[in-house]
C-alpha cells in the first residue's frame, strides 16, 4: 500500500488504537484483530434517552434545541427579552431624571 492510502485508512481509527503501521500487512494482523474487538463492544443504536432534570436551563435546551423540537423560537424569546430589559432600563433612567 502506498503512503498515501495508508495515511488515509489510519484517519478512520483513533491514534491510541492503531497507527498506520498497523493496516499494513499480516505480521499486524493481531493489532488489527485488537482493533476489530474494540469496535464491536461498542454499544450499538441509539443512545438512551436523557433523564428528566429539573434544571430550567436543560429543560429548555430539550424543549427548543435537541431533535425533532428544534425550532426559530428561541431567537423571539430573546428579541422579547431584549426588548423587555431596554425598556426597564430605559423606564428606570428616565425615572431618575424626575426625581
Known amino acids: 500500500m502506498s503512503f498515501v492510502i495508508r495515511r488515509q485508512l489510519s484517519t478512520l481509527i483513533p491514534p491510541k488504537i492503531a497507527s498506520a503501521r498497523s493496516l499494513g500487512s ?4 493481531k493489532r488489527m484483530a485488537d482493533v476489530v474487538s474494540f469496535y464491536q463492544k461498542l454499544p450499538k443504536g441509539a443512545a438512551p434517552a436523557p ?5 430550567p436551563f436543560t429543560k429548555y435546551y430539550r424543549a427548543y434545541f435537541e431533535g425533532d423540537n428544534a425550532s426559530g423560537k428561541p431567537l423571539l ?8 430589559v431596554g425598556y ?3 423606564y428606570q433612567s428616565h425615572l431618575k431624571h424626575h426625581h
Open 77 to 84: 424569546h430573546l428579541i422579547a427579552l431584549v426588548v423587555v
Open 51 to 55: 433523564k428528566p432534570t429539573a434544571n
Open 26 to 29: 499480516n505480521p499486524h494482523a
Open 88 to 90: 426597564t432600563w430605559e
